[in-house]
């Protein structure tokens, strides 16, 4: 089987004949996704409701789309669908005519989940771009080359991070099936920040241990669940809530530029009245997307001195104080059900942004004493 080439160029390439007489293969740009795919592939409207685009001051607000799968063995609409699903690369096909692809795309907020079935081989590039790709191999090969020279292969089993070092890289992904999470590396600025203040890099190409790519991928599959949940959808605290649990799991489990330690600095500044000042931020914007970056700046302190604060003052964390009050906002919904309004545990516990209803309830029992299924049966 020959292979197909994928390369990523700075600019328009000339079209040249090389001196054995073959054709040059057509280049075809990439353009930005999403958009409606063509061919085969057309957007579904089974998940679209909420917004995708920031606005201009606030939290930003997350949209959950599901395209239909997209399966095609004509070149063209191949080409097609790779020119608006990766932005950045330019195609260059020498192979045979007769190939396949088959993507699941699934979007949650600012992450990209898809699913691909490769019919060929495809070498790519990569320049730097900012986009951080989470590959898990389920049969094939990626082969990735870093700057350094250095290669890594990830085969069946393995998951591992692409753009990682944020500089060109390139590899060759063999005819397989293989899962990329695809966001921008700003997902982890929600939550950590660099030395002197600068964006969160990683700095290896994937987690640290067996157990940590275990506790990857479960995050990932996670976030399958909910995108492939239409009910998600309408609910932008939700698809926050899960993008950051992706970002803090990636966060947890790779070797990355975050300080987490305190410096002299805010150690001074972790006193009572940045608390104070940040749980006021919480309360008032419990409904809303909420980063750690936001309420340290609500509190005029670095996100290491507020998590300082609050482990000195409340012996807890600033989300998983956010998470409390989430909690009590459930409760007091319970509480306030009535017969006949259609409410359920999963519909209160997703509308303050509990994904999982089991851990919900389990979260509940701990904090109150009983099951919400008991006290929404009670409270009607």
């Not at 089991?358 to 099951?371: D, Q, S």
Request: hydrophobic share 40%; net charge positive.
């Amino acid at each position: 089987m020959r292979m197909t080439a994928l390369r990523v160029v700075r600019g328009p390439a000339p079209r040249q004949r090389p001196a054995t007489g073959q054709p040059v293969p057509d280049r075809i740009r990439i353009s930005d996704y999403p958009s409606p795919l063509p061919g085969s592939l057309t957007e579904s409207a089974v998940s679209r409701s909420v917004s995708a685009e920031p606005a201009a001051e606030g939290p930003q607000k997350f949209e959950a789309v599901r395209y239909p799968v997209f399966h095609s063995e004509n070149l063209g609409e191949i080409e097609a669908f790779l020119r608006t699903a990766y932005p950045g690369v330019l195609i260059g096909h020498t192979g045979p005519r007769h190939t396949s692809v088959g993507v699941r795309r699934d979007v949650l907020g600012p992450v990209t989940l898809d699913r691909i079935a490769l019919g060929f081989d495809l070498s790519y590039g990569v320049e730097r771009t900012g986009t951080l790709c989470v590959a898990s191999v389920h049969a094939g090969v990626i082969e990735h080359s870093g700057p350094g020279g250095g290669t890594e292969d990830l085969r069946p089993g393995r998951v591992g991070l692409l753009g990682a070092d944020e500089l060109p890289s390139s590899g060759i992904v063999r005819a397989g099936r293989y899962d990329l999470t695809l966001f921008d590396s700003a997902l982890l600025d929600r939550l950590a920040v660099g030395e002197g203040g600068a964006s969160v890099r990683i700095t290896a190409s994937g987690p640290r241990t067996p157990a940590a790519a275990r506790r990857l991928t479960e995050a990932v599959t996670h976030l399958k669940h909910l995108a492939a949940d239409p009910t998600t959808a309408g609910n932008p605290l939700l698809i926050a809530t899960a993008t950051d649990y992706l970002a803090a799991t990636v966060l947890a489990t790779v070797p990355t530029t975050a300080v987490t330690a305190p410096d002299a600095a805010d150690r001074r500044d972790a006193h009572p009245g940045v608390v104070r000042r940040a749980i006021a931020y919480l309360e008032s914007h419990v409904h809303e997307d909420i980063t750690v970056a936001a309420v340290a700046a609500a509190a005029f302190v670095t996100p290491r001195a507020l998590q300082l604060a609050f482990r000195r003052h409340l012996g807890t964390t600033p989300l998983r104080y956010l998470r409390r009050l989430r909690l009590a906002g459930a409760h007091e919904q319970l509480l306030a059900a009535a017969p006949g309004d259609g409410q359920t545990v999963a519909s209160v516990a997703r509308a303050w942004g509990f994904a999982h209803p089991g851990r919900f309830a389990a979260a509940y029992h701990r904090c109150y004493g009983h099951t919400p299924s008991e006290i929404l049966r009670h409270s009607r």
